[in-house]
């Protein structure tokens, strides 16, 4: 991928939703004069006890890229991955909320990783229906490598995808003793 010179920073909040990035966008983004956001949000969104709305929380991510974009940044917006809502009920309606998501990015043109229809479809092809067992640490969280498949994801839309890298999915040379 050739892109040592990256720096990542992670301000991310267990628990904190659009409404909470919304208060705290100064501190939590735009000190930062980022060139690109990446977002990955609306799983607390749709908790039932933070009483966000689906529309509540479409708004709430309109107006998040707007900031974003009035720093003169590029937003990117993902996603979050399935779920086991069974053992997650006050998240069951996650899902209108992805496509509550799908609707705000589209209208606003925004890079979209859809980690939601990847997780479905791709990778439930990939890890042959066991996307959960093979990906998540518990009901809502990834595990190392769905962490890895959602990086993957976002390398390609990028389209900085590298399967010859590590990042990728290639092995790392520490494997060869």
């Known amino acids: 991928m ?8 992670n301000t991310a ?10 208060k705290d966008f100064e501190v939590r983004v735009a000190q930062f004069n980022p060139k690109v956001v990446v977002m990955m949000i609306g799983t607390n969104d749709a ?9 509540s929380f479409g708004n709430n991510l309109s107006k998040l890229i707007d900031q974003i ?6 937003p990117v917006i993902m996603s979050p991955n399935i779920i086991i809502t069974q053992k ?7 899902h209108e909320y ?4 799908s609707e705000v990015v589209k209208a606003k043109d925004v890079i979209y990783v ?23 640490n518990d009901p809502l969280h990834p595990n190392g490598y769905g962490h890895q498949e959602i990086a993957m994801a976002l ?4 389209s900085i995808f590298d399967p010859n890298a590590p990042t990728c999915g290639a092995p790392y040379y520490e494997g060869f003793h």
């Open 2 to 9: 050739q892109r040592a010179n990256d720096i990542i920073i």
């Open 13 to 22: 909040i267990s628990g904190h939703t659009t409404l909470n990035l919304l």
């Open 47 to 55: 908790a039932l006890t933070t009483n966000i709305s689906v529309e």
């Open 69 to 74: 974009r009035s720093i003169g940044t590029i």
């Open 88 to 94: 997650s009920p006050e998240r069951n309606r996650l």
């Open 98 to 101: 992805v496509k509550k998501m």
């Open 114 to 136: 859809d980690n939601w229809n990847i997780w479905i479809d791709e990778l439930g092809k990939k890890y042959n229906g066991e996307v959960f067992k093979e990906l998540l």
């Open 155 to 158: 390398f390609k839309e990028l």
